[in-house]
C-alpha cells in the first residue's frame, strides 16, 4: 500500500507540473502586451524602486506567461534604463526565474519521470545531456537555447542547484548583456518590421563584430564540452577494463 501511494503521489506531482506548463503556455497565447504601458509605470519611479519593480514584473510574468511579456519587458527596460542597467536587471530576474523553474521542476517532475521510465539517477543524466560544469556553461550562453528549457531540464537530473546556479551565473550575464545591446538599438521596430534586425547589423558593423566574436566563444565552450566529454567516457572505459 505504501508503494502504491508513493507512485500515486509522484503521478499526481507530475500531472500538476503538466497542468503549470499547460497554463503558462496558454497565458502567452492570450496575454496582450504593451512596451509603452510598462514604460509608463517603470518611468514614473526613481531609478532604484524602477529597477525593483521591473524585477518583480519580470520574475512574476516571465514565471507564469511564457510568450510576450519577457521580450516586451527586456526591449521597455533596454530603451528604458541603457543597455547596462537593463541587464543587471534582467539578470537579477532570470537568475531568480532560474530557481523558480529548476526547483518546480524537481519537485514536480523527477520522481515520476524516474519511477515511470524504470531508470536511475545516473541514466536520467545522461537523457538529459552533460551536467557537467563546463557541459552547462556550454548549454547557457548558446543563444539558442531557452533559459527556461534548460532550468527545467537541469531539474530533473542528478545536478545540484548549487553547481547549475554556479555554471550559469556569469554566463547568464555576458549573454542577456549582448542581446540587450541589440534589443536598445532596435527597439520597438522589432515588433512592427522583423527586417529591422537586418538593417539595425548592416548599419552597426561594430556589432556584427562583436556578435562574431560572442558566437566564437559559444563554438570554443561547446567544442571544450564536447571534448572534455568524450575525454571522461575514455577514462571510464580504462577504468573498466
Not at 13 to 32: A, S
Request: aromatic share 16%; proline share 2%; with cysteine.
Amino acid at each position: 500500500m505504501a508503494e502504491i501511494s508513493r507512485i500515486n503521489s509522484r503521478g499526481l506531482k507530475f500531472i500538476l507540473f503538466l497542468i503549470i506548463l499547460t497554463v503558462c503556455w496558454y497565458l502567452g497565447r492570450v496575454f496582450d502586451v504593451d512596451v509603452a504601458y510598462y514604460q509608463g509605470i517603470l518611468a514614473r519611479y526613481p531609478l532604484a524602486l524602477s529597477g525593483l519593480i521591473f524585477v518583480v514584473l519580470y520574475v512574476v510574468t516571465t514565471t507564469f506567461i511564457w510568450f510576450g511579456p519577457k521580450d516586451v519587458l527586456r526591449i521597455s527596460s533596454a530603451i528604458l534604463f541603457g543597455v547596462y542597467v537593463s541587464t543587471v536587471f534582467v539578470w537579477v530576474g532570470e537568475m531568480i526565474n532560474s530557481a523558480i523553474m529548476f526547483y518546480l521542476s524537481r519537485v514536480l517532475g523527477r520522481e515520476y519521470v524516474q519511477q515511470r521510465l524504470r531508470i536511475k539517477a545516473g541514466e536520467l543524466d545522461k537523457m538529459k545531456g552533460d551536467s557537467s560544469f563546463l557541459g552547462v556553461t556550454a548549454w547557457r550562453i548558446n543563444p539558442l537555447i531557452p533559459f527556461r528549457l534548460m532550468d527545467l531540464g537541469y531539474g530533473l537530473t542528478r545536478i545540484s542547484f548549487k553547481k547549475y546556479f554556479c555554471a550559469i551565473v556569469v554566463v547568464s550575464f555576458f549573454r542577456i548583456l549582448w542581446l540587450q545591446f541589440i534589443l536598445a538599438g532596435i527597439g520597438t521596430s522589432l515588433f512592427q518590421d522583423i527586417s529591422a534586425m537586418l538593417d539595425y547589423f548592416l548599419a552597426n558593423p561594430v556589432v556584427v563584430r562583436y556578435s562574431g566574436i560572442y558566437f566564437l566563444v559559444v563554438i570554443a565552450l561547446t567544442i571544450m564540452a564536447v571534448a572534455a566529454r568524450a575525454l571522461r567516457k575514455r577514462r571510464k572505459i580504462h577504468e573498466d577494463l
